[in-house]
C-alpha cells in the first residue's frame, strides 16, 4: 500500500502533517510532488475557519478532504513530477505524493522554472482582477494592498501596459518592495491624488477606505480580496454617492461575463503561462521552505506575521 504525506487544519489553532493511504481512482496517475504554493489570502482565512457556512460548497477545491469546521486538507497549486519525468500543474492540497485525474493536470513548458509554474494559480487571480477593471492606458491606477496578490496585479498591470501606477500599503516593508519593483508609493505624505482606478486587495476596512476616499469622479473600485466571514464597515456617505463610484468584486473561479466570447478557463491558462515568460517575475524572491515546516508556516499565517509575501513548499 502506498502512503502519502499530507497538511490538515485540526482546528483554527493548529496545522499538522499527517500520513494516511494514497487514495488511487480508475485512470488516475501518481504524480511526485516537487512544490506546492501557498495562497495566503484564503488559506489563512480557511485555516482560521472563517469560511461561511454558506459558501462551504463553493469553496471546496480538487481533491480536498474535511470540512470547512475541521478538521480539513486544503490548498490549490501544486507542481508535480511524473515516474516519466514530465511537469505538471494542478490544483490540489498540500501533499508529497498525489493520484489524479489526468484530465486535470497541465504540463508545464520545458523553458518554465518549476518555482515560477506555481504562480499559475494565483496569477489567474490577477488576470481575472485586471479584466474586471479594464483599465485604460491613459489611466491613474492606485492598488491598495502590496501583499502576494496585490504584488501579481501589479506585474499585470505592468505587462499589460499601464504606466500610472501607485501603490497604497501599511506595511513599511512591503512598501519598499513595491518601490524596488518600481512602482510610486501612495501615502500620508503624497500629495493629494485622484485616481481613475483601484485594486483593493489589503482584506482591511482601512484599505477600501482609502480606495473609496481618493477616487477621481466615476471612478471603478475592483475589490480582489475575500473576507470569509468577517463584517467590513466603510463610509459611502461621502465621496462614494458624489464621485458616482463603483465598486465590483472580482472572482477568479468563472471567466468575467463580458470577456466569454473571447476567453474561457483553457485559454486563460494559456495566456498566464504566456505572461510567465517575461523575465519580469524573477524578481520575486519567494522563500522556499521543507514540506515538513508547513504547519510553522501556517502558525504564522494564523497570527497575521506571515514574514514573507508568500512560500514555497518543497517536497
Known amino acids: 500500500m502506498t502512503f502519502a504525506k499530507s497538511l490538515w487544519h485540526i482546528n483554527s489553532n493548529q496545522s499538522v502533517i499527517q500520513e494516511s493511504p494514497l487514495s488511487q481512482g480508475i485512470g488516475h496517475i501518481q504524480l511526485q510532488s516537487v512544490y506546492s504554493l501557498i495562497s495566503p489570502g484564503t488559506e489563512r482565512t480557511v485555516a482560521l475557519g472563517q469560511v461561511p457556512p454558506a459558501l462551504n460548497e463553493i469553496m471546496r477545491v480538487p481533491y480536498m ?8 486538507k486544503y490548498g490549490y497549486s501544486v507542481v508535480a513530477r511524473s515516474v516519466e519525468g514530465n511537469n505538471y ?16 493536470i497541465t504540463e508545464i513548458p520545458a523553458d518554465l522554472p518549476l518555482w515560477k509554474a506555481c504562480l499559475i494559480s494565483n496569477l489567474e487571480t490577477a488576470l481575472t482582477a485586471y479584466w474586471d477593471g479594464d483599465p485604460q492606458p491613459q489611466e ?3 492598488l491598495v494592498g ?3 496578490i496585490g504584488s501579481l496585479i501589479a506585474g499585470v498591470l505592468k505587462l499589460k501596459g499601464c504606466q500610472d501606477i501607485w501603490v497604497a500599503e501599511a506595511s513599511s516593508t512591503r512598501a519598499a518592495q513595491a518601490r524596488q519593483y518600481g512602482f510610486r508609493i501612495f501615502n500620508e505624505e503624497t500629495p493629494q491624488q485622484e485616481f481613475d482606478l483601484a485594486f483593493h486587495s489589503s482584506a482591511t476596512a482601512e484599505g477600501l477606505q482609502t480606495c473609496v476616499d481618493n477616487m477621481n469622479w466615476e471612478g471603478r473600485i475592483v475589490e480582489v480580496s475575500w473576507y470569509g466571514n468577517r463584517m467590513v464597515n466603510i463610509n459611502l456617505g461621502e465621496n462614494f454617492h458624489y464621485k458616482r463610484l463603483t465598486i465590483q468584486s472580482s472572482q477568479v473561479s468563472r471567466i468575467p461575463k463580458k470577456m466569454q466570447t473571447l476567453w474561457n478557463i483553457s485559454t486563460r491558462k494559456s495566456e498566464v503561462l504566456r505572461l510567465l515568460s517575461n523575465p519580469w517575475w524573477d524578481q520575486l524572491k519567494i522563500p522556499v521552505v521543507p514540506f515538513e515546516e508547513a504547519p510553522i508556516i501556517f502558525d504564522q499565517l494564523r497570527k497575521n506575521h506571515p514574514g514573507s509575501l508568500t512560500y514555497l513548499l518543497k517536497y
Not at 478532504?65 to 480539513?72: V, Y
Open 140 to 142: 491613474k491606477i492606485l
Open 89 to 104: 500543474h494542478l490544483m490540489h492540497p498540500h501533499q508529497n505524493l498525489i493520484s489524479v485525474d489526468p484530465d486535470c
Open 146 to 148: 502590496f501583499g502576494w
Open 65 to 72: 478532504e474535511g470540512q470547512f469546521d475541521f478538521p480539513i
